[in-house]
Structure formats: structure tokens, C-alpha cells
């Protein structure tokens, strides 16, 4: 019996032996790294590579989590106020070349290049922008004549070594939401994606110096109010500018993992967490969750299973009950292997996926960092592409933004075993979805097995032969749109 289809007699009979030893993937499930270029973390791997140097960098990251099992990537590219592709508004970022401002040579557009090489592979892409931070290190950083720091000096807070755009003034988040518009008219996206860094971390005995700001425009409010606010009006502004500007594209915001602890606020985690979004980040992430103003939350529970202060089970049934309704994936430290005695436990991150698959509300995970997954640390990319992962999983659908699937395909049989499978419909597609059923099980789609995705737009090759199926399996397949809704499946005869 084939190791896959093994998995599904472990998935609809419960009563079997231990022997079943690796957990069955669902059917649809969010899977990505997140890719890091701020000083080179991730990608590309050091300043001032070749342009082959760089293609190849990224072509073999995309491969090695492609095998992992990965559906997704989450690549940074506007780490500070610059842009890892032509900009009308911001300089080439100084992580390609070494000095901001300088294009690749020769050219090309490495955004493009990107989001090509990832559907190439039927994963999507998610654009990482920072909001307010415009120079990593007022010290170090490369700083172009063309940046915005140079052209309006006074939108600009230096704090400890950084320096960050007010989050006050409105012309600031008028800056980043054309930034965001240029991004969504002009390129194939899936997402815009922003992590932690609103209001930065607090800095001991050093108050952020925005006083000047607050009075001018506090309308009333006290600091903390305002400042919430001010985070409130940039999330608004943004949904909304993407929404104006496009049909599809998502927008996800990946916080620090406690919203408030619960000292603080009945509504609060049992956790504590010594700063949290709404109290020291100034970012209320209920309210957007609340407001529909983000399609999904990425919570960076970093912690352990077990932490004294922010137990990662506490805070994944936290975060779990505080969806509304919108998806949430988890955001899991595959970087922090090998840190401390739980993160040199091999079972750490195996339990944390197996934890979160049993919540109904939470539909993925996405790991940091990428440059992890090269070590393979405690075998956890074995694991992945060996056990968690080893079937492949559709991207969430989002039934608010698009909830009408495709039209069903149809096929025409080339050999006794090889088909092709074509689709006619007016709707675009990114893929065809093949299942398994066997023989005399009811024909539903909670008792088949996803084995292959083929990405194509209009038609795609299936060999039995070549693929995982037994001889008495069934054989169904669906086309997959671009909003990752699925058609009524077709039977290959």
C-alpha cells in the first residue's frame, strides 16, 4: 500500500494501530516562510551579488521550500523606506548592490522576477513591506539622495539607532499608501504583508519623541489614544487603497504575539509579556480583526510549549477565539532551534503544528527564517517534507473577497492511463487539483486525498502511472482560481 494512501486509511479509521504514525495534512492549509532582506538575512545572502548570483540564489530557496511542502513565500521587499524593484517613490534598496539607490546591473526588476518563479511553482507570493521604518541604522545604513528622509527630513523620528517615519502625520500615511497602490496596480501580487514594527519597541528610559506631533494633532485625545488611533488610520487607509485597486489581492498583518496581557485587560491572554501590541506597540489588532480591515493575522508566537511567561498553548487558543472570522496562520521561530532546552527538543515544533491543527479557527503556519531550513535544524525540515507536509495542501480560499469556484473541467483520455485535463471556463485559474478516493468510499471531498497539484491556466498532462494512486483508486480533479476556490471535481475515466 502506497505511503500516501496510507494516510487516508489513518485519517477515516481512527481505530488503527500507532503504526500511523504521521498526521494526515488537511485539505487546505497555509504554508510559508517568511523571507528576510533587511542586512541581508535571508536574500540575497550578501550585498553586491551578480544578477545570475541573485537569480539562482532565489530560484534554489524557492526550490528546497517548495520540496519542504511550502504553498506560499513571504519576501521582504521594502525593508526601509526603499524597494526591491523600480519605484517612482522610494531608491533601490542598498541590500542588492550594497549602496541604496543603485539599480541592478545588468537590469532587471527582481519583484517581477520573483513573483514569476514563485507561481511558476503554484505558490504564492506576499509582499513584506515595513511601515515606518525608513533607515535601519542612522550610523551604517546607505542613504540615497532620493530617499524620503532627504526629500521631507521633518516626517522623520530618530529613536535609539533607527530612524522611523511619524506615525502622526497624515502625509506619512498618505506616503505609504501610494506606496501600496504602486505595488498593487502594477505587479501580480497575492498579498501586502506587514509584521511587528508600528509604534517601535520601547527603548528603557527613552520616550519615543513624538510630543511635538501629539499637540499638534491630538484632537483631543490622551498619548496612547492617539497613538492607537494613528495605527488604526494607516491599517484603514491601506485595506482600503487595496481593495479600490484590486479584486484580489489580500492584506495581512503578522503581530507580536500578545495583544494585551490579561492584568492589564479581562479581554487579555494569561500571559507576561513585558511589551504587547496595544499597550507599547500602539497596534489594537482586535479592532482591525474586528473592523474586517485585514483578511489574516499571523501572530508570532515564538515562545515555547510551556513558557513561563507566554505559553505558546495559552496563546494559540487565545488567538484562536479571537479570529473574527478572518484566517489566521501561525507564525512559528524555526530560528530559535537549538536556543534553550525546549527549542533543542526535536518534538517543539512537530507539537506546535500538531497543537494548532486542532483548532478549527487557526489554517496554516509561517516560519521564521528561511536561511533555517538549510541546516535542517533538529530534522525539522525532514519532518515537513516527510510528515507534516508530505501532502500537499490548497491555500485557504477567503469567501468574503471571491466565493465563486471556477467551472469544472473536463478531460480527454490520451493512453489507457494519461490524460489530459483541460479547462474551458471564462475565469482564470492557477491550477488543477487531483484527489484519490478508494474504491466503494462514499464520493465525498472530506474522504478524498489531495496527491498532486498541476499548475497550469488552461490545460495539464495527469499520468496515473507516475503518480502516488494505487490501481483501484478513483481518480477526481478540480480546477483551483486564483482565489484559491475550488469547482465541483471531475472523474478521470
Not at 123 to 142: C, D, G, K, Q
Not at 221 to 231: A, I, M, Q, T, Y
Not at 399 to 404: Q, R
Not at 419 to 430: A, C, D, L, P
Amino acid at each position: 500500500m502506497k505511503y500516501r494512501f496510507f494516510l487516508l486509511l489513518c485519517s477515516l479509521y481512527s481505530y488503527l494501530p500507532s503504526t500511523c504514525i504521521a498526521q494526515t495534512s488537511p485539505l487546505y492549509e497555509f504554508r510559508a516562510v517568511w523571507v528576510a532582506t533587511v542586512e541581508n538575512i535571508d536574500w540575497p545572502d550578501k550585498k553586491g551579488m551578480s544578477v545570475e548570483q541573485q537569480k539562482a540564489q532565489f530560484i534554489h530557496l524557492l526550490d528546497m521550500h517548495q520540496h519542504n511542502g511550502m504553498n506560499a513565500i513571504v519576501v521582504q521587499i521594502r525593508p526601509a523606506g526603499d524597494a526591491f524593484y523600480p519605484s517612482q517613490y522610494e531608491p533601490w534598496s542598498e541590500y542588492l548592490n550594497g549602496k541604496q539607490g543603485l539599480p541592478p546591473t545588468p537590469y532587471y526588476d527582481p519583484l517581477a522576477f520573483m513573483i514569476e518563479e514563485t507561481h511558476k511553482r503554484g505558490m504564492e507570493f506576499h509582499a513584506w513591506l515595513n511601515p515606518y521604518r525608513a533607515v535601519f541604522n542612522i550610523h551604517t545604513s546607505s542613504i540615497s539622495p532620493s530617499h524620503i528622509t532627504k526629500i521631507h527630513p521633518d516626517w522623520f523620528l530618530n529613536y535609539g539607532n533607527i530612524k522611523y517615519f511619524n506615525p502622526g502625520l497624515p502625509q506619512v500615511r498618505e506616503h505609504v499608501a501610494r506606496v501600496v497602490k504602486d505595488l498593487v496596480t502594477r505587479y501580480d501580487i497575492d498579498a501586502v504583508h506587514m509584521d511587528d514594527y508600528f509604534y517601535p519597541y520601547r527603548i528603557a528610559g527613552k520616550e519615543f519623541p513624538d510630543e511635538k506631533t501629539y499637540r499638534q494633532y491630538s484632537r483631543g485625545l490622551n498619548k496612547e489614544d492617539w497613538r492607537r488611533s494613528n495605527c488604526d488610520s494607516i491599517i484603514k487607509l491601506l485595506f482600503e487603497t487595496i481593495r479600490n485597486n484590486s479584486t484580489r489581492v489580500k492584506f495581512g498583518i503578522s503581530p507580536f504575539g500578545v495583544w494585551r496581557n490579561k492584568d492589564k485587560d479581562p479581554m487579555g491572554s494569561n500571559t507576561r509579556a513585558g511589551q504587547t501590541n496595544y499597550d507599547d506597540l500602539y497596534a489594537d489588532i482586535l479592532l482591525w480583526l474586528r473592523k474586517g480591515w485585514i483578511d489574516y493575522v499571523v501572530p508570532q508566537l515564538y515562545w515555547e510549549r510551556g513558557h513561563k511567561l507566554c505559553d505558546y498553548d495559552i496563546l494559540l487558543d487565545w488567538w484562536n477565539a479571537h479570529t473574527y472570522g478572518r484566517q489566521m496562520y501561525i507564525g512559528h521561530a524555526i530560528e530559535r532551534a537549538g536556543s534553550n532546552a525546549a527549542w533543542r527538543d526535536k518534538n517543539e515544533l512537530p507539537n506546535q503544528i500538531k497543537r494548532l491543527r486542532t483548532y478549527s479557527g487557526t489554517q496554516g503556519s509561517v516560519y521564521f527564517n528561511s536561511r533555517m531550513f538549510e541546516k535542517n535544524p533538529n530534522g525539522w525540515s525532514d519532518s515537513l517534507r516527510l510528515n507534516y507536509y508530505a501532502l500537499p495542501a490548497l491555500l485557504p480560499p477567503m469567501k468574503w473577497i471571491d466565493s465563486i469556484p471556477p467551472l469544472k473541467p473536463s478531460f480527454e483520455k490520451l493512453t489507457n492511463n494519461n490524460y489530459r485535463v483541460i479547462y474551458n471556463g471564462k475565469e482564470k485559474i492557477k491550477s488543477f487539483a487531483v484527489f484519490v478516493l478508494p474504491a466503494h468510499i462514499k464520493e465525498k471531498l472530506e474522504y478524498a486525498t489531495l496527491i498532486e497539484i498541476l499548475v497550469a491556466d488552461k490545460t495539464a498532462s495527469f499520468d496515473r502511472n507516475n503518480s502516488i494512486a494505487s490501481g483501484d483508486d478513483r481518480i477526481f480533479v478540480a480546477a483551483v482560481d486564483l482565489n484559491n476556490n475550488l469547482s465541483a471535481w471531475i472523474e478521470l475515466k
